[in-house]
């Protein structure tokens, strides 16, 4: 069992940053990928990121390129997402998962999820 915890989220206004933390207990999460998806309301749950083991490869949304920057430290058992120049149209609740399905863009490829934080991008 993987037991995941999301911290970091609250209410931001356009173009500002947060950082969410993802922290994993139970088995050592580097024998899975991590990935973060958000879900806003009244629409279907959409893949954000996600990284490797290694923390070396990862993969992005076109949605959030260049804005957001996903990393892992396998020390402290932490994934954490940078999410920079928010947009309204970013709020949502925001969950992470570890899977073994590479490259997971798919939230059928995950095993374990977490509760989720609730990020709100409005002025």
């Known amino acids: 069992q993987v037991q995941l915890v999301e911290s970091g989220g609250g209410l931001v206004q356009p173009g500002g940053s947060l950082r969410l933390s993802c922290a994993a207990s139970?088995?050592?999460?580097?024998?899975?990928?991590i990935g973060w998806f958000r879900q806003a309301r009244g629409k279907e749950r959409e893949f954000v990121a996600t990284?490797?083991?290694?923390?070396?490869?990862?993969y992005y949304a076109d949605s959030v390129k260049g804005r957001f920057t996903i990393s892992r430290d396998n020390a402290k058992n932490t994934v954490d997402l940078q999410m920079n120049s928010l947009k309204p149209e970013d709020t949502a609740v925001y969950s992470c998962?570890?899977?073994?399905?590479?490259?997971?863009?798919?939230?059928?490829?995950?095993?374990?999820w977490g509760q989720g934080t609730q990020v709100t991008v409005s002025s």
């Open positions: 998962a570890a899977g073994s399905t590479w490259p997971g863009r798919r939230p059928s490829e995950y095993e374990y």
């Open positions: 139970g088995r050592t999460i580097s024998r899975y990928f």
């Open positions: 990284v490797w083991w290694s923390g070396d490869v990862t």
